[in-house]
């Protein structure tokens, strides 16, 4: 279950009102192939690749992004999945627990890894990612690409592949998926 | 209630494997298939507890279920601090309740107690804030070892249909028929065993010698009681071995461990009468040549050691649902996943 949808589980959440499609689906798809090309430019090549889904939102888009490796270089790019529950610091703000499988391919240590997530906002989960990631063995480095990044950064970090530089209000909800982005809000039911 | 606080909910102790029912045994199944994962990795260990107190509190001999109730603490992160009743001031006469209470006064997030007396953990339960796992109470319950036989069971199966355990439901206990063999008298283990696979949907048949029954077996959801293993085990896809209790004198109940043997034993002939898919199961310690001959125990159908490797995930998954980041989620509760929508909260 993502964030998005925890959000919204009753008997707490509430309902997603959608107000604005950002982006259509044949816009994300022209995003993720944009990044997809940077990551080859930026790591000329793609030695040492891995990219690493974070459960659930991200994990779509990775294999939509290997998909798209494999066209233009050719080459397959291993997937893996990570779920960060164990590694949450929201200390009494939610029960936490783990949504979906974790599957990281083989040792980090030495590889480069590419984390891949629906949404950068307070940048809490990508710090639980990061901690995550170090008990796979030390990657030589570690970088970010996300479909939107929506501000609000609670914690020093930065993407390196943005689909979209979204500004929102804190309250607001961002809802991605391949089918596309769209901006709304969440109201009490 | 203010967004951001977690809601109370009733589990926040495991003190019986009926208290959780079909839905949290799920949960916990699910939860463990996660730390399964973690069990494999090059660094097995999780930060989710750093911080939190565990105390193991052991009034009873015992080696896999504490080994593997700290290995699980540790695992987490959590502090862990031991506790053996001969070593400690109950032997100079302090009441157990004394003994709790002090040792709670120390800051502990959660005592895992086994004692001889049924109902031992819930007294606990009732005297500390701390949470409270049951590791065994006398003839009562164990129901960390049910959650572990159940993921086992479930593990074994859907490794056979080439499913992933995470698509993986309870869906296989529906009609999955489990003879549990022995010392059912005094075994915490089956109680809770029968209790968990009656709430998941199995059929449960009961081979006992006579003078080993319960003296009720009312409340237990057991489909048939018979004192012929060789019928039963034909149709059979699960074969439970009990271990006979000598300690709480099951050698009273019988003639001889030699006739409980010939009647009740899984010799080598007999393990050739179960269907070809059949798992032999036993809670350990093993009585080698009494419930179990040395050869059954150790083909491949048994699955014993899979059994004690599970008990730690399992056990790690009943402690971070326990204890876990925001005061725990608590077991048994559907609600555990439906977090508040706070502000602030990451969006992927």
Not at chain 2, 23 to 37: K, T
Not at chain 2, 116 to 144: F, L, Q, S, Y
Not at chain 2, 187 to 193: D, I, N, P, T, W
Not at chain 2, 249 to 271: D, Q
């Amino acid at each position: 279950m993502a964030e998005r949808e925890r959000r919204l589980t009753p008997p707490r959440g509430g309902v997603f009102v959608p107000r604005v499609q950002v982006l259509t689906a044949q816009d994300v798809q022209r995003a993720l192939t944009r990044i997809a090309h940077e990551i080859v430019e930026r790591n000329r090549g793609l030695d040492d690749v891995v990219l690493v889904g974070l459960q659930t939102g991200g994990v779509p888009l990775a294999f939509r992004i290997a998909a798209v490796l494999q066209e233009v270089e050719g080459v397959s790019v291993p997937v893996g999945l990570l779920d960060v529950a164990f590694y949450r610091d929201d200390i009494g703000i939610r029960p936490v627990l783990p949504e979906a499988a974790t599957d990281i391919p083989g040792d980090l240590a030495g590889r480069l890894v590419v984390l891949v997530d629906d949404v950068l906002f307070t940048g809490r989960t990508v710090r639980a990612a990061l901690n995550a990631l170090a008990d796979y063995g030390r990657a030589r480095a570690v970088q970010l690409a996300v479909m939107v990044d929506r501000g609000h950064r609670e914690l020093p970090i930065r993407p390196d592949y943005v689909g979209k530089n979204m500004p929102t209000r804190i309250d607001e909800q961002v809802d991605v998926s391949l089918d596309g982005v769209v901006l709304g809000d969440v109201v009490p039911r | 209630m203010s967004p951001g606080e977690v809601p109370k909910v009733p589990g926040r102790h495991l003190l019986s494997v009926a208290d959780l029912g079909a839905e949290g045994i799920e949960e916990v199944l699910h939860v463990s298939d996660a730390f399964v994962e973690v069990g494999r990795r090059a660094i097995p260990k999780v930060p989710s507890l750093r911080g939190r107190t565990v105390v193991t509190l052991f009034a009873e001999q015992s080696t896999r279920t504490r080994l593997s109730f700290e290995t699980a603490a540790k695992r987490l992160s959590a502090d862990v601090m031991t506790f053996g009743v001969d070593t400690s001031s109950v032997a100079k006469g302090e009441s157990l309740r004394d003994t709790v209470e002090t040792v709670a006064a120390m800051g502990v997030d959660a005592f895992v107690v086994r004692h001889p007396a049924a109902g031992a953990p819930a007294a606990v339960a009732r005297w500390v804030e701390a949470a409270v796992v049951n590791a065994g109470d006398g003839w009562h319950e164990h129901p960390t070892q049910a959650l572990l036989d159940c993921y086992t069971i479930r593990q074994v199966l859907a490794e056979r249909r080439g499913r992933r355990l995470e698509d993986e439901g309870v869906g296989c206990f529906e009609g999955l028929r489990v003879t549990v063999v022995g010392d059912v008298r005094h075994s915490r283990v089956a109680r809770s065993l029968v209790l968990a696979l009656g709430a998941l949907g199995a059929v449960v048949t009961l081979v006992v010698p006579g003078s080993l029954l319960p003296p009720s077996l009312e409340g237990w959801p057991v489909a048939a009681v018979s004192h012929d293993l060789d019928t039963a085990l034909g149709t059979s896809d699960v074969c439970y071995l009990l271990r006979l209790q000598t300690e709480r004198g099951a050698g009273s109940f019988l003639p001889s461990v030699r006739e409980y043997c010939a009647g009740f034993g899984l010799t080598a002939r007999r393990a050739a009468l179960l269907p070809d898919d059949a798992l032999v199961m036993h809670p350990g310690p093993m009585n080698r040549g009494v419930e179990i001959a040395d050869d059954v125990a150790d083909l491949p159908r048994s699955v014993v050691l899979q059994q004690v490797a599970n008990g730690v995930a399992v056990r790690m998954a009943v402690l971070f649902m326990l204890l876990g980041p925001s005061g725990g989620a608590g077991l048994g509760s559907a609600a555990a996943l439906d977090g508040p929508a706070a502000p602030g909260a990451d969006g992927g």
